[in-house]
């Protein structure tokens, strides 16, 4: 039978925020800190893995804050070589480097009374670093070439894909430039810890493409659903909604199959081997050691043992990576492919964070 997607209903006692979805306690948490945040002039830091909707959470800041009316500016930091973006976000006069043919107002100044979304702050240079700590505090800066100081109205908000304080622990970003846009961080839980929100993902996609495609696919096979909600999701949402279109534009009829998802849905969730990621391999032959020896110890009428064998392998897995990251959790976490916070909830939950 068929899964339907109603339409969502929102909580009267929580106005809608553009663009953003997901009813689950994770995003609802989001939600909230978007909400409280924007009424201010702080700045935000937005911390989360790539296609998790940081620019999304951005926007809505902007949106429902008091600079609404003012103009809301993106700068991708890792698209540009450190000149490029210097003259991108600050400007240039005439004649101040080759090609330099006019004089160029800078995204700051182009975001006055607004906000500037700063994406992928973590590939900034050094040198670079210095001026937006000097933008952050002193609201000012110079052009490229120029002596003249402008001042800016601008409220600032940064994404990072990757942990800024390792990165600060290991001298390749301004440890006072990371507090100085650390004032509010919010945390955007990668899709794979929110698979409740997926149901409603998918019905909002399915609608846009729809109407997209001139097309009606208004029903979902249960076992497509079923593949979605136990995909790992290495794309977070961005990777749901390119499939969803792509069902969309392959379906027949009103329904969205499991066929017309990718192999890759289908076989279920693993490991990536990649970015120093913990190997599968290595995963799997400790899953199977402990797991033999759970079966081994386990009593004829012993009750949930699927959930005690995968904590224990959870466990097992985590002590092991720590001692080899000699218990630095930044280094910890992303050899486990997953946040600081997770590791440390983790650590707590079992008793690991007094250990050597």
């Not at 992928?120 to 670079?128: A, G, R, V, W, Y």
Request: proline share 5%.
């Amino acid at each position: 039978m068929s899964v339907t997607f109603p339409a969502f209903e929102q909580d009267p006692t929580r106005p809608p925020i553009p663009g953003l979805i997901g009813s689950g306690p994770a995003m609802q948490k989001v939600f909230a800190l978007t909400r409280r945040v924007a009424r201010s002039n702080a700045s935000v830091l937005l911390l989360g893995e790539t296609g998790t909707g940081k620019e999304l959470i951005a926007k809505a800041i902007h949106q429902t804050s008091q600079r609404a009316t003012g103009p809301f500016v993106r700068v991708n930091c890792g698209a540009l070589s450190e000149s490029l973006l210097e003259s991108e976000l600050f400007g240039h006069v005439r004649g101040s480097f080759t090609g330099a043919i006019a004089n160029r107002t800078g995204r700051f100044e182009a975001a006055h009374t607004g906000t500037i979304f700063l994406d992928e702050i973590n590939s900034t240079t050094p040198k670079l670093q210095v001026k937006l700590l000097r933008v952050l505090q002193e609201r000012e800066f110079e052009r490229v070439g120029d002596t003249q100081t402008v001042r800016v109205d601008t409220r600032v908000v940064a994404a990072s894909n990757r942990d800024l304080l390792s990165l600060v622990e290991t001298d390749d970003f301004r440890e006072d430039l990371y507090y100085r846009l650390n004032v509010v961080p919010i945390n955007l839980p990668p899709l794979r810890e929110r698979p409740e929100d997926i149901p409603e993902l998918v019905g909002h996609f399915l609608t846009y493409y729809n109407e997209e495609n001139d097309r009606y696919v208004t029903h979902i096979d249960p076992k497509a659903l079923e593949a979605l909600q136990n995909y790992h999701w290495p794309g977070n949402v961005r990777e749901l909604q390119n499939y969803v279109e792509r069902a969309v534009v392959m379906a027949d009829g009103d329904e969205l199959a499991s066929e017309l998802l990718p192999e890759n849905v289908l076989a279920g969730p693993k490991l990536r081997s990649t970015g120093g990621r913990t190997k599968a391999a290595d995963l799997e032959s400790l899953t199977f050691d402990l797991v033999q020896q759970g079966l081994a110890s386990a009593g004829p009428q012993e009750d949930n043992l699927h959930a005690k064998v995968v904590n224990r392998v959870e466990r097992e897995l985590i002590a092991q990576v720590m001692a080899s990251c000699d218990s630095v959790q930044t280094k910890a976490a992303t050899k486990l492919g997953i946040n600081r916070n997770t590791l440390h909830k983790k650590l707590k939950e079992y008793g690991l964070d007094g250990e050597e």
